[in-house]
């Protein structure tokens, strides 16, 4: 079983509507979730992290997490063409330092 | 600041040959790590190093070595290249204590 698992996609919303976007992970350990962006070509970056269960909102985008069921996720209200990139989901399991398990990514598509 | 920078950007190399992939990071991060990312397979760690004068190996480091150069640079080397090396491979750096891994702008290399 994949450590850190996403559906590929694509995902397809109009703009102006609520992207969800899920990823579910094996390792109970956990400490630590982080959701990159990366636009075809490039390189990722991050938008959001989160290490407690519950809720953790950034401008238009908002993490959710649920360590006892193991998934988070991460909404994008208001969602731009400009949204439109690949999302990674990522886990660290150790507490003191940062070795990232990433998910294979899940394609997000905005239309006008 | 440069942030993360890798050199080269593209690369084609046949079966056998060698190679060095430079990667510079000028935040004065402790950690830095090289990840190959594949289609349908994600981002992969393949060596990481905590801080100067350490490495170890990641995820999937077959085919590798690494060298630690000083606290600024992260070299990555194929010493026979083969073509299930043909990737595209980002550097990253991150401050010990903070969420962010920072991606160089990554190498496309092709093995023939």
């Known amino acids: 079983q994949k450590e850190v698992e996403q559906n590929s996609g694509p995902l397809s919303v109009p703009e102006g509507a609520i992207a969800s976007l899920n990823c579910t992970y094996s390792?109970?350990?956990?400490?630590?979730f982080f959701w990159y962006r990366q636009y075809s070509g490039k390189s990722p970056e991050l938008i959001m992290s989160?290490?407690?269960?519950g809720d953790k909102e950034d401008g238009r985008f908002t993490a959710q997490l649920n360590k006892a069921s193991q998934y988070v996720s991460l909404l994008i209200r208001d969602s731009q063409p400009s949204d439109s990139a690949t999302y990674l989901c990522?886990?660290?399991?150790?507490?003191?330092?940062?070795?990232?398990?990433f998910g294979t990514g899940t394609r997000l598509l905005v239309s006008p | 600041n440069a942030g993360v920078t890798q050199t080269p950007k593209f690369q084609v190399l046949k079966t056998g040959q060698s190679m060095t992939l430079q990667c510079a990071q000028d935040?004065?991060?402790?950690?830095m790590y090289w990840y190959r990312q594949d289609p349908g397979m994600g981002l992969r760690l393949i060596y990481y190093?905590?801080?100067?004068?350490?490495?170890d190996k990641g995820e999937v480091p077959n085919g590798y070595n690494v060298s630690r150069l000083n606290k600024r640079e992260f070299s990555l080397r194929l010493e026979s290249a083969a073509p299930s090396q043909t990737s595209v491979y980002f550097c990253?750096?991150?401050?010990?204590?903070?969420?962010?891994?920072?991606f160089g702008p990554g190498t496309r290399l092709t093995v023939l």
């Open positions: 990253a750096s991150t401050l010990a204590g903070e969420d962010t891994q920072y």
């Open positions: 390792d109970r350990g956990s400490q630590s």
């Open positions: 989160i290490y407690s269960n």
């Open positions: 990522a886990v660290n399991i150790l507490i003191s330092f940062q070795k990232l398990v």
């Open positions: 935040m004065n991060h402790n950690s």
């Open positions: 190093s905590a801080s100067e004068g350490t490495t």
